[in-house]
């Protein structure tokens, strides 16, 4: 069964940094495109960065780009985000999600969900 679990996550000060990993079962990590949403409380699942199967390409939600850093390692089925700069606005829940074909901002089209891990900025 394929399964996806994270972790790295944490309380960290504004300004600080956070790495969060997901390790992946194999049938569902080398050809699949791997997401990072978060969902804060009262608020909705967003988008966060997207990686291609092969890490060729990347993208990220404005909020994060030029702090968060995606990237996977196909040898080792995980996919991780580097968080730098972290804000207080950062602090959710964050999940990694899977699916086969190209990456998508909408979290509807993805099959597979980690359980999610907290990630609490205090400023």
């Known amino acids: 069964q394929a399964q996806l679990v994270e972790s790295g996550g944490g309380l960290v000060q504004a300004g600080g940094s956070l790495r969060l990993s997901c390790a992946a079962s194999g049938r569902i990590f080398s050809s699949y495109a791997m997401g990072w949403f978060r969902q804060a409380p009262g608020k909705e699942r967003e988008f966060v960065a997207v990686?291609?199967?092969?890490?060729?390409?990347?993208d990220y939600a404005d909020s994060v780009k030029g702090r968060f850093t995606i990237s996977r390692d196909n040898a080792k089925n995980t996919v991780f985000l580097r968080m730098n700069s972290l804000k207080s606005e950062d602090t959710a829940v964050y999940y990694c999600?899977?699916?086969?074909?190209?990456?998508?901002?909408?979290?509807?089209?993805?099959?597979?969900w980690g359980q999610g891990t907290q990630v609490t900025v205090s400023s």
């Open positions: 999600a899977a699916r086969p074909g190209s990456g998508s901002y909408y979290s509807l089209l993805y099959p597979y």
């Open positions: 990686i291609e199967w092969n890490g060729g390409s990347t």
